[in-house]
């Protein structure tokens, strides 16, 4: 997926990719005034935030999580450890959970390789790696790829 011309030109666009069968990495557009009804058709319910610049205004969903990270910057270990936790608890319970920070580029798809890392066993690159496979357009930064290293030396059998 290409980003959209007015992302391009720096205006703010609505736009997600769906990574695994539970979960979704999108912009922050979903949010702005209420949850997105085009993800609530999707069965999404859950919304999880990595926006430290804005609260959202996630009216519509059954489950919420704030996880404020300065754009540019990476979850703390412990945001990673309670955002994958979160993400996990969803997943066994059957539902849906849209990611986001501002563009979906870098703090939710690092969350979400943290989640591929501590529930598949993934190396940081083949999770970074199966999140770019759908959402082309990822750049994680440097911060973002050693916080990720760290989470997965920590986590007990991950290789």
Known sequence: ???????????????????????????NQCCTTHFSHTLRRLGIVADVSLEAEQLDAAYGTEVFL??????HR?????????????????????????????????????LVAAYLIASEGLTVAQAVARIRARRPHIHLEPIQLRALERFARATPGVR
């Open 1 to 27: 997926m290409r980003p959209s011309p007015a992302h391009e030109r720096g205006q703010p666009t609505f736009e997600y990719s769906r990574i695994t069968s539970r979960i979704w990495i999108g912009t």
């Open 74 to 110: 990476a979850p703390t270990p412990v945001q990673l450890r309670v955002g994958v936790h979160a993400l996990a608890a969803l997943v066994a319970a059957g539902q849906r959970v849209y990611v986001h920070c501002k563009n979906g580029h870098g703090r939710a798809p690092t």
């Open 66 to 71: 704030w996880l404020p990270v300065r754009d």
